[in-house]
């Protein structure tokens, strides 16, 4: 089992950048997969972005993508999303996700929240233009 919890949101301004932390409990943290994915108000959960267990392969919505990176900590079992220049698009609740173990991320698999287990609370982040 897995708890989740997401820090960092807030309200910034275009442009600007805010950094969300992924807390996990566990000794296992480092075993996992971990994702991030945002639900927009009036819009459906979508996925953001993704690191494997070792923190050697990230993947990225092309929303993102060069604005966006995902990192991880496995010593103090943090994952990390570092948001740069923000734009008004980006408000959403952000949401920390991790699969089993068992289950390895790949390229197609780490877009679907099916592929994910535990989730996390969320974070609000709001960007003003």
């Known amino acids: 089992q897995v708890q989740l919890v997401e820090s960092g949101g807030g309200l910034v301004q275009a442009g600007g950048s805010l950094r969300l932390s992924c807390a996990a409990s566990?000794?296992?943290?480092?075993?996992?997969?971990m994702g991030w994915f945002r639900q927009a108000p009036g819009k459906e959960r979508e996925f953001v972005a993704a690191?494997?267990?070792?923190?050697?392969?990230?993947y990225y919505a092309d929303s993102v993508k060069g604005r966006f990176t995902i990192s991880r900590d496995n010593a103090k079992n943090t994952v990390y999303l570092q948001m740069n220049n923000l734009t008004p698009e980006d408000t959403a609740v952000y949401y920390c996700?991790?699969?089993?173990?068992?289950?390895?991320?790949?390229?197609?698999?780490?877009?679907?929240?099916?592929?994910?287990?535990?989730w996390g609370q969320g974070t609000q982040v709001v960007v003003s233009s």
């Open positions: 996700a991790a699969p089993d173990f068992r289950r390895f991320l790949s390229s197609n698999s780490c877009a679907r929240q099916m592929s994910y287990d535990y």
């Open positions: 566990g000794r296992l943290f480092s075993i996992h997969d």
């Open positions: 690191i494997t267990r070792s923190g050697g392969t990230t």
